[in-house]
């Protein structure tokens, strides 16, 4: 029975990143041939909504909690991911500022930035979520070993975005941060969700180590599972700054 729900979990994960790739081809799509910004708006709030429901699980916030023992690992699970939660929703307030800031300083023009390379660092940043969801999955499953080679290849796609957004897109942009609004705007928006997968590389860099040294069970990991869902809320992120800094608007 756990190897089938293991199989079935797993099977679910790859689902759900074909669906995200699939929208994520659309969007570049719609950016090159229509550019209507109302349907790129529709494509990243439902990406956005898949991974958060099958990703981070947000449905998790809403199960019982009937365990009256505040010592109890069970009671404390619940209000980890409360915690958790409060502090993603904190975060994406400034995320939410930046993004506003975005249109109301530069409307429906947009910076001009190279479009296939923005797909290309969003793809790496989109196949790491799969192996993040892969890692936490095979913890919950006892299966160590996948759960070890998942979360390295999760950390070195994320050092990989980082690399591709500070040194190859900061370097080809054709303007600086001093240069004007379009600048600060995409300077501002990429180094400050660049500093997110910063930390969260970090996150998993430690989970692994406690991994190895045995701190987690199937029963008990909850580390784990929150690294993976603030690793999956960074990819939320970029859902959002993705087309408003490469798809939507004219160039200025």
């Not at 790859?14 to 209507?36: C, H, P, Q, R």
């Not at 929150?226 to 690793?231: C, I, L, R, S, T």
């Amino acid at each position: 029975m756990a190897e089938s729900n293991n199989t079935s979990y797993k099977h679910m994960g790859i689902v759900i990143f074909g669906i995200l790739v699939l929208l994520t081809l659309m969007e570049f799509g719609l950016a090159v041939y229509l550019n209507i910004w109302q349907l790129l708006a529709l494509l990243a709030i439902l990406k956005a909504g898949l991974v958060m429901y099958y990703y981070m699980h947000i449905y998790r916030l809403f199960t019982p909690d009937n365990d009256t023992d505040r010592h109890s690992y069970a009671y404390k699970l619940v209000t980890s991911r409360l915690g958790l939660w409060l502090f993603m929703l904190s975060d994406a307030f400034i995320f939410g500022g930046l993004l506003i800031s975005r249109f109301n300083l530069m409307g429906f023009s947009r910076p001009e930035l190279s479009q296939p390379l923005g797909l290309a660092v969003t793809s790496i940043l989109l196949v790491s979520s799969f192996f993040a969801n892969r890692a936490e999955t095979s913890m919950a499953n006892g299966d160590r070993r996948q759960f070890t080679i998942s979360t390295v290849i999760t950390m070195a796609l994320g050092i990989l975005f980082i690399l591709g957004v500070l040194g190859v897109e900061w370097q080809l942009a054709p303007f600086k941060a001093a240069d004007g609004v379009q600048g600060a705007v995409f300077y501002t928006m990429t180094g400050f969700h660049v500093f997110h997968v910063l930390t969260g590389v970090i996150f998993l860099g430690i989970i692994l180590r406690n991994a190895k040294r045995g701190h987690y069970s199937e029963e008990k990991h909850w580390a784990v599972e929150a690294a993976a869902v603030y690793w999956h809320f960074i990819d939320v992120v970029w859902i959002f700054f993705y087309p408003a800094l490469y798809l939507i608007g004219t160039l200025q």
